[in-house]
């Protein structure tokens, strides 16, 4: 049998993960799961400090990082409905790295997450060839399953039927 007790979905706001919210707050609802919603901040000092010329401390940075990070929380905020907030238990987090991926992977591994859902954009060979994926980067070296969700959404599965398989 498998149990969900954390379950984690990956955001950076765009559609695809939208779709992997929905995903997450269904499995998380059916599995009586806590549902950790996050989504990671650029680094903004750490990558200051690689350019020529800049010191390892820039307080300007610093007010600006604070900034992303609030205006982050703000968005989490808003994407977790009441009905969520009755119905689930939901932690909302906000890290702050250079990769993506490494951050999110640090939190799981400290949460104890047992799914990670993230969306993806699907793009195209070359694109991905520069670009990289934070899923990929996901599914490669994440401490559990992960479940990566395309947009637009082929609705092969609907969250009555997830209830439907749960019950059974």
């Not at 998380?28 to 996050?38: K, Q």
């Not at 949460?111 to 954009?121: K, Y």
Request: proline fraction near 5%; hydrophobic fraction near 50%.
């Amino acid at each position: 049998m498998v149990a969900l007790k954390h379950v984690l979905v990956a955001t950076d706001f765009g559609e695809p993960a939208g779709v992997a919210l929905d995903y997450g707050r269904e499995l998380a609802r059916v599995f009586g799961a806590t549902l950790h919603v996050v989504h990671v901040v650029d680094d903004i000092n750490a990558r200051a400090v690689g350019l020529t010329g800049f010191p390892e401390h820039m307080p300007v940075l610093e007010g600006v990082q604070q900034d992303l990070q609030a205006a982050a929380r703000d968005t989490l905020a808003r994407l977790i409905t009441e009905d969520d907030r009755r119905r689930l238990s939901v932690r909302t987090v906000v890290l702050t790295g250079i990769t993506p991926a490494q951050a999110i992977l640090e939190y799981a591994k400290e949460a104890f997450v047992n799914l990670i859902i993230v969306g993806t954009h699907g793009r195209g060979a070359v694109a991905h060839l520069f670009m990289g994926s934070v899923a990929e980067r996901l599914v490669r070296a994440a401490p559990c399953p992960v479940l990566t969700v395309r947009h637009p959404e082929r609705e092969f599965l609907r969250p009555d039927a997830l209830a439907a398989a749960a019950r059974h």
